[in-house]
């Protein structure tokens, strides 16, 4: 152990929390060297046992809070210390609010470089059961099969009969699909032997309170589908799909690219403000409905159309927000590189009778630039990316286009406050940024970002 680092692997310390990590994970500092604390808050002193020492920081397992700060709740969940799913049970929430809140503004100061205002953060009406989607692995334990959440840091999976960030149907699938596996001897995947046959379990939850399961397995064979498909409509009498998704590789993707309709409906249905979307398995929608469409609304506000605009939606998913704007703009462009999800989404322009939206399916990367040099210019461009942001050849392209204004919405605030800086370089201002709590009880929060072009 070199002499500079003050902690040591196995021995307790005292430690003062200010603040929390990306992960929602206590931060403190013992002789100015850095100490990880999952469950601690700001504001707390805790006794902490070091796990884990590293050149500039080390992880500690919290022993006990010996003054507690006063946003400290006790967790609903039972299973709170054992799963992964939520890093912020034992916060009230308030408390949660305003965490998230300074999340972002840390990320655009300290990330981005950049001084933009950030709007107090847009808190959920219900923060409990309010995931539409659940996808939880399968494995075996003590010779039961278990289906939940895998542990914090690992693939030890919690067997989860009632989450409570979860509509209550999705429990329900869970518990019926372990019943009927336990009944039918299902066998459940071994990722370490690549052997058994149900990975994962996939709920959706739509309108009315129809639902779909998707059992993903590792062969295309599914011996007795026929009484799996009985079964689960008696247990569950809002069922409308049963669905098979094969994934055979040996990695940790949780949907492969075959699906097979065993009884139902190929989609379900839900509705985010007056529009209706249909669902497939592999689509992209937002998992708090509610939620969404204030996230929505506030996009449309920062878009500001006014009928005459032509709009691209770089990453669109089942074109969820495409649609909203196609209500105000002349045209709107759809980009998305999942070919079901681009599927969906014609279908829902369709039965929403919106004509002036037109959806393309591949990468943005490739094919940003590909409008660009077919002569489509943007007024409006709103983006949408995946956690790790946009490529720099899409930000390039955003700005080649010359759009009036860039409405970024994000679910990752490091890799937005790294895109915004970025685009401040190639002449576009970020005015506003208003965070929205899409993911009460989690560390993750959503946000949506105006930026302007910068006038010469």
């Known amino acids: 152990m070199k002499k500079d680092i003050p902690v040591q692997a196995g021995k307790t310390y005292e430690v003062k929390i200010n603040g929390l990590g990306s992960s929602a994970e206590g931060v403190g500092r013992i002789e100015d060297f850095t100490v990880f604390v999952p469950y601690a808050l700001p504001e707390e002193t805790v006794e902490v046992r070091i796990e884990e020492v590293k050149k500039s920081y080390a992880k500690g397992r919290l022993v006990r809070v010996i003054k507690a700060s006063p946003e400290r709740i006790e967790p609903k969940c039972a299973i709170y210390d054992k799963c992964g799913g939520c890093q912020l049970q034992h916060l009230s929430y308030e408390g949660q609010m305003q965490v998230k809140q300074q999340q972002v503004v840390d990320a655009i100061t300290r990330i981005g470089g950049l001084q933009v205002p950030v709007m107090p953060l847009i808190g959920a009406a219900e923060p409990w059961n309010y995931r539409n989607k659940m996808q939880f692995p399968v494995g075996k334990n003590q010779g039961k099969i278990s289906i939940g959440c895998y542990a914090q840091g690992s693939h030890d999976i919690i067997d989860t009969q009632d989450c409570s960030i979860q509509k209550t149907l999705n429990n329900d699938i869970v518990n019926a699909v372990r019943e009927v596996a336990e009944r039918l001897h299902l066998t459940a995947y071994d990722e370490h032997r690549h052997l058994g046959l149900l990975r994962h379990v996939v709920g959706r939850v739509g309108k009315n309170g129809e639902c779909m399961i998707v059992l993903v397995t590792s062969t295309r064979e599914l011996r007795c589908a026929r009484e799996i498909v009985k079964l689960l409509r008696k247990r569950l009498p809002k069922l409308v799909s049963v669905q098979q998704n094969v994934q055979t590789y040996h990695n940790n993707v949780i949907m492969g690219r075959e699906t097979n309709l065993l009884w139902g409906r190929p989609t379900i249905t839900d509705t985010i403000g007056s529009l209706t979307f249909h669902i497939s398995p592999r689509s992209f929608f937002q998992v708090n409905t509610q939620q969404a469409e204030v996230l929505y609304n506030k996009a449309m506000e920062f878009a500001n159309l006014t009928g005459?605009?032509?709009?691209?939606?770089?990453?669109?998913?089942?074109?969820?927000?495409?649609?909203?704007?196609?209500?105000k703009a002349r045209k709107v462009y759809g980009i998305e590189i999942v070919k079901p999800a681009i599927k969906d989404a014609e279908k829902n322009a369709r039965d929403n009778r919106i004509k002036n939206a037109e959806f393309i399916v591949g990468d943005a990367t490739d094919v940003m630039p590909r409008l660009y040099n077919q002569g489509i210019r943007a007024d409006v461009v709103?983006?949408?990316?995946?956690?790790?942001?946009?490529?720099?050849?899409?930000?390039e392209t955003f700005a080649n286009m010359k759009p009036d204004r860039i409405v970024y919405v994000s679910c990752n605030p490091a890799s937005l406050a790294r895109d915004i800086a970025i685009l401040d370089k190639l002449g576009y201002a970020a005015k506003k940024v208003q965070p929205v709590d899409m993911f009460p009880m989690t560390s993750h929060v959503e946000s949506v970002a105006l930026i302007q072009r910068k006038k010469a």
Do not use: H
């Open 382 to 395: 709103v983006v949408d990316p995946p956690r790790a942001g946009c490529t720099p050849v899409v930000l």
């Open 308 to 327: 005459q605009e032509t709009v691209i939606d770089a990453y669109c998913g089942t074109g969820t927000i495409t649609l909203f704007l196609a209500r």
